[in-house]
């Protein structure tokens, strides 16, 4: 059993930058699929990055050139870099570990998720 855990949330300005990392308690090299999400009250989780073990990556519309998906395997630890940040992006992010399957990612671990505030 893998444990995810996030930090790095916190409250900053708009325009200001962020980056939240996600701990894993043991080996994240057998994840072919990792992610972040988000959440704000009242509405579903939504995805916001994914990075595959191959390095592929891909960001919803929303954060498209603000934010850098990364992960490390030697340091069993994935990152997002979030940058020109905007009061919308105000929610609590999760980060999730699973695989690839033909219908998408299949996430089968996820972090108990960390607070970003973004001030206007």
């Known amino acids: 059993q893998v444990q995810l855990v996030e930090s790095g949330g916190g409250l900053v300005q708009t325009g200001g930058s962020l980056r939240l990392s996600c701990a894993a308690s043991?080996?994240?090299?057998?994840?072919?699929?990792m992610g972040w999400y988000r959440q704000t009250p009242g509405k579903q989780r939504e995805p916001v990055a994914i990075i595959t073990s191959g390095g592929y990556t891909s960001y919803a519309d929303s954060v498209k050139g603000r934010f850098t998906i990364s992960r490390d395997n030697a340091e069993n630890t994935m990152y997002l870099q979030m940058n020109s940040l905007k009061p919308e992006d105000t929610a609590v992010y999760y980060c999730?570990?699973?695989?690839?399957?033909?219908?998408?990612?299949?996430?089968?671990?996820w972090g108990q998720g960390t607070r970003v505030t973004v001030s206007s």
């Open positions: 999730a570990a699973g695989s690839l399957t033909r219908n998408g990612p299949q996430y089968d671990y």
């Open positions: 043991g080996s994240i090299f057998s994840f072919n699929a």
